[in-house]
């Protein structure tokens, strides 16, 4: 066995660096004492156990799955017909429109959940979920794009020319052959828009009123130290679920690439 | 086979812009005739094909299939069915779903089956309704591809280069299969192809289209014998293009031309030619050619070369021949049976032609 290289070290620290601060969540979630420090106390799944005690925390853990549900099923279907237009067609100011799709990837999610605010009340829509689900359908819009634009480019113009050819209109050609080919793409668009709604917090923060999502009702128990175990647990469920998650939308993503 | 047309094309142009992707295309396909449309890539042929299928409207002229006109009308209205060059098998269904598409929610289910297993039986695919789109070999591809299509029991079958992505043992199979498939149901067929073996062995009449112009349409043994100008001569087979003077052009069907050093010699006109002039260029196939080492007696053309090079292709041996007069050598083809004189590269030759088969091809346009 030779020595590892430079690069090699520098690559591991490097990976420690990124993902040990992660690391120390679920570890603190099993520590029985309630100051999160080392050295640590013993172990216990008690602060597993009371979650499942906590109401507000079900009840906002609820408000994610529902705002988070609908936000990217909303940006799925917009984005269905958005990459299927970027694919396929050539047409004027189409480097521009895709531009505005992709950004809300880059500007400050601060700024947009100030102005979704401003708006929102001044068209009359008071901080709701609802508020929250079309403010996340925005933010999610790009990732399920790019996610469905890959989708269509593995898929073979002349497959919905034959639907056409075999005496098939546009709407039953839509869903006997577009939908089938893509779905992979479109499971994988689900599943990763449902992530990114899940964790957000500045524009539920901004957003939510009296119904936080579960980013937002943390937040709040953070300020509480006595609370803080549960919140660690909680997270710790919550990384192995979003891991999970992004697995399975990868796996049908890859899916969707090599079905040609 | 009735003499009724089942195609009619009028003045048909397809402008993208400002490049004009076919032009000027007139033309009447007979019903339950096999039609080739051949060129090169990028002629047009398939802008045409599209255009019959109604994935395209032509920008101007109009477009009558069976006496119906077609202007406005999509392609999942009109009384045709297309074989894609791709196949477009639908990845997500199986053999029989595939085939059974287009005919699903408008025939009942018993109906159906019976037809799915009909069409299957015809393009010799009996039995393998349930195989999976994805497990088939390119060509059992083609073959659902064909029977998807016939099942809609068209009036007209078009088919976008069919057989390019199969390999050549295969090819040339599934070439007699399709002509006799064709010729047992009857239906007119349109084929494009950029393959002129594949255009002359399958079809009743190809129409060649160069640069978005249709310029012959005839049948195989005509387009052979008798093109109507160098670039169609050249590519339909291999063809020596020798100048040409004209000599006496009063009577009807021949003249009198002299071909250089060739001698002067007597030929048939070209019925197909349209611009004459003084100055023509004829075509000689190379296989019409006599190659012989000492001059060759009843031959009213002549002349003497040198042997440049010799290729041997198993059934013909190819001689190219370099002459004093002329730039370009002359190639000559000699059936392999025939082969009693071998010639070696440098060997001086002469060569003969009848009358008969020196083509008269008008005047060159370069």
């Known amino acids: 066995m030779s020595r590892p290289s430079k690069l090699t070290i520098y690559a591991f620290a490097y990976l420690g660096f990124l993902y040990l601060p992660v690391l120390f969540l679920p570890l603190f979630s099993f520590n029985s004492g309630t100051i999160v420090a080392f050295p640590i106390k013993g172990w216990t799944l008690d602060w597993y156990r009371k979650l499942g005690e906590q109401d507000a925390l079900i009840q906002a853990l609820w408000n994610s799955l529902t705002v988070g549900l609908i936000a990217a099923v909303l940006a799925t279907s917009l984005g269905l017909f958005a990459a299927r237009a970027f694919v396929r ?19 400050p999610g601060i700024i947009v959940a100030s102005s979704m605010l401003v708006l929102f009340l001044f068209i009359g829509l008071k901080p709701s979920l609802t508020s929250v689900i079309l403010g996340h359908t925005f933010l999610a819009l790009p990732f399920a794009v790019s996610i469905l634009k890959s989708a269509f480019d593995d898929f073979d113009a002349s497959l919905e020319e034959a639907s056409y050819d075999l ?94 | ?80 069915n297309m074989v894609f060059q791709s196949y477009a098998i639908f990845p997500h269904l199986n053999v029989g779903d595939n085939v059974a598409y287009g005919l699903r929610g408008r025939v009942a289910k018993p109906e159906i089956e019976e037809r799915v297993a009909e069409a299957l039986e015809m393009v010799e695919l009996g039995g393998l309704q349930k195989r999976g789109a994805t497990e088939l070999s390119g060509g059992q591809r083609q073959r659902v591809a064909l029977a998807r299509a016939l099942i809609m029991r068209p009036k007209v079958l078009l088919l976008d280069e069919p057989l390019s992505a199969l390999d050549k043992k ?178 001086k030759v002469w060569l003969g032609v009848q009358g008969a088969s020196v083509i008269d091809l008008g005047q060159d346009k370069q």
Not at chain 1, 229 to 241: D, K, Q
Not at chain 2, 257 to 279: C, H, L, Q, S, Y
């Open chain 1, 89 to 107: 067609y050539r047409f004027r100011g189409q480097r521009a429109s895709e531009g505005l799709v992709m950004l809300p990837l880059v500007i």
């Open chain 1, 167 to 260: 005496g098939v209109g546009v709407f039953e050609t839509f869903y006997r052959v577009t939908l089938p080919v893509v779905a992979p793409g479109i499971i994988a668009s689900i599943l990763v828009t449902f992530t990114v709604s899940f964790d957000e917090f500045v524009l539920a923060f901004f957003l939510s009123g009296n119904q936080p999502t579960l980013p937002v009702y943390i937040w709040g128990q953070i300020r509480f130290p006595a609370k803080l175990p549960n919140v660690l647990a909680l997270g710790s469920i919550l990384l192995l679920m979003s891991v999970l998650l992004l697995l399975l939308a990868e796996y049908f993503r890859r899916r969707s690439s090599s079905s040609k």
């Open chain 2, 1 to 80: 086979m009735t003499e009724t047309n089942i195609i009619k094309l009028r003045g048909v142009e397809k402008r993208y812009g400002s490049f004009t992707a076919a032009t000027g295309i007139n033309l009447e396909l007979k019903e339950g005739e096999f039609f080739s449309l051949l060129g090169p890539s990028g002629c047009g042929k398939t802008t045409v094909l599209r255009m019959i299928a109604g994935f395209q409207e032509p920008s101007e002229g109009h477009i009558e299939i069976d006496g119906v006109s077609m202007d406005g009308v999509p392609a999942n209205k009109r009384p045709t």
């Open chain 2, 170 to 347: 295969l090819r040339e199979q599934m070439q007699f299969e399709m002509r006799n498939l064709q010729q047992s149901l009857g239906i007119t067929f349109v084929m494009v192809t950029h393959d002129q073996y594949e255009a002359m062995t399958m079809s009743d009449r190809i129409g060649v289209m160069f640069q978005g112009r249709l310029m012959q349409v005839d049948t195989p043994t005509m387009l052979y014998a008798r093109p109507c100008n160098r670039e169609i001569a050249s590519f339909i087979g291999e063809m020596n293009i020798l100048p040409a003077a004209v000599q006496n052009e009063q009577a009807e069907t021949s003249m009198t031309v002299d071909m250089a050093a060739f001698g002067k010699i007597e030929i048939e006109k070209n019925p197909n030619v349209t611009n004459r002039a003084k100055n023509i260029i004829v075509g000689i196939r190379p296989e019409q050619l006599e190659i012989s080492p000492d001059k060759p007696a009843d031959y009213p053309a002549t002349l003497q070369g040198t042997v440049s090079n010799v290729a041997f292709y198993g059934e013909n041996v190819h001689y190219h021949v370099k002459t004093e007069t002329f730039e370009k050598p002359i190639s000559v083809s000699v059936p392999n049976y025939f082969h009693t004189v071998d010639f070696q590269r440098d060997d």
